[in-house]
T-cell receptor, first 111, second 112 residues
Framework: GAGVSQSPSNKVTEKGKDVELRCDPI?????LYWYRQSLGQGLEFLIY????????KSGLPSDRFSAERTGGSVSTLTIQRTQQEDSAVYLC?????????FGPGTRLTVT | GENVEQHPSTLSVQEGDSAVIKCTYS??????FPWYKQELGKGPQLIID?????GEKKDQRIAVTLNKTAKHFSLHITETQPEDSAVYFC???????????FGQGTTLQVKP
């Protein structure tokens, strides 16, 4: 079946611009997660949506980062006024139970 | 906060040998421990997981062991093949939060 999809696969933006990253979870999965992977580093949790509950935003690094999930499905991660340190691969995952399944990621480069 | 330490950072083995990667966690409330394989340019792929009520789990050439008392868990790959070459991540999470805390990753190289 279809896995988690993310778009765009690559995004190059200038410092100070806003960017939107999209995630389409596996159909029927109630939970959706965003993680960030900096070059050669492990994965850092950003935000977690579970059903209609309030999202867990405890991993967002600053108030420039926000995310929403519409209709319990598609999610958008928005980074405002991008900085060079925001350059990373942004990964989305979804789950029905404990197992999280990841998409291919969006590679963001801030120049 | 929760922390997961993973060792070694790099591991090189000959094809056919076994590989072992170890992780320790700090939060005693953690009860779910997945392992992911990440190939270059791809997202992490779940390869095996274990819950805290189980001490060992095996799936073909891959096994995971958990020692709750010592708060460590390990991934064992037997009869390694070149296609096992990748970066492997361990992770831990609690019941009341979905977020995974990841180790720093191990780059496994299997030499033909």
């Amino acid at each position: 079946g279809a896995g988690v999809s993310q778009s765009p696969s690559n995004k190059v933006t200038e410092k100070g611009k806003d960017v939107e990253l999209r995630c389409d979870p596996i159909s029927g999965h109630t939970a959706l997660y965003w993680y960030r992977q900096s070059l050669g580093q492990g994965l850092e949790f950003l935000i977690y949506f579970q059903g209609n509950s309030a999202p867990d935003k405890s991993g967002l690094p600053s108030d420039r980062f926000s995310a929403e999930r519409t209709g319990g499905s598609v999610s958008t991660l928005t980074i405002q006024r991008t900085q060079q340190e925001d350059s990373a691969v942004y990964l989305c995952a979804s789950s029905l139970y404990r197992e999280q399944y990841f998409g291919p990621g969006t590679r963001l480069t801030v120049t | 906060g929760e922390n997961v330490e993973q060792h070694p950072s790099t591991l090189s083995v000959q094809e056919g040998d076994s590989a072992v990667i170890k992780c320790t966690y700090s939060d005693s409330a953690s009860n779910y421990f997945p392992w992911y394989k990440q190939e270059l340019g791809k997202g992490p792929q779940l390869i095996i997981d274990i819950r805290s009520n189980v001490g060992e789990k095996k799936d073909q050439r891959i096994a995971v062991t958990l020692n709750k008392t010592a708060k460590h868990f390990s991934l064992h790959i037997t009869e390694t093949q070149p296609e096992d070459s990748a970066v492997y991540f361990c992770a831990a999470s609690r019941d009341n939060t979905g977020k995974l805390i990841f180790g720093q990753g191990t780059t496994l190289q299997v030499k033909p």
